[in-house]
Nanobody
Framework: QLQASGGGLVQPGGSLRLSCAGSGLLLDYYAIGWFRQAPGKEREGVSC????????YYDNSVAGRFTISRERAKNAVSLQMNNLKPEDTAVYYC???????????????????WGQGTLVTVSS
């Protein structure tokens, strides 16, 4: 099971760092994806880090602003979010597609072990 944390209220242009912790999973061996769901919208893929070579994927909407990385000592995967915009407001979730590569698209059907999300609100 995965658990996302670190959300909160931040002003536009601000930063937040989300963490995805694994319980019963050694995250180094798994591809970990971050997803978000804004009110009234479908869940969408944001970023992913592969197992093995830790190659990364970013949706165009966050590329250059968000950075995904592994925190091995904590058995966690973080998502550093900079220059946040109101349209980044959503509940953020992490999930795993198992060992392997993230690929070039994040399909929700390929991911599991969803935990409770963490709310990010970007507002002045």
């Amino acid at each position: 099971q995965l658990q996302a944390s670190g959300g909160g209220l931040v002003q536009p242009g601000g930063s937040l760092r989300l963490s995805c912790a694994g319980s019963g999973l050694l995250l180094d061996y798994y591809a970990i994806g971050w997803f978000r769901q804004a009110p009234g919208k479908e869940r969408e893929g944001v970023s992913c880090i592969s197992s093995g070579d830790s190659s990364t994927y970013y949706d165009n909407s966050v590329a250059g602003r968000f950075t995904i990385s592994r925190e091995r000592a904590k058995n966690a995967v973080s998502l550093q979010m900079n220059n946040l915009k109101p349209e980044d407001t959503a509940v953020y979730y992490c999930a795993t597609s198992g060992p392997g590569s993230c690929g070039t698209n994040l399909y929700i059907r390929d991911f599991g072990s969803w935990g409770q999300g963490t709310l990010v609100t970007v507002s002045s």
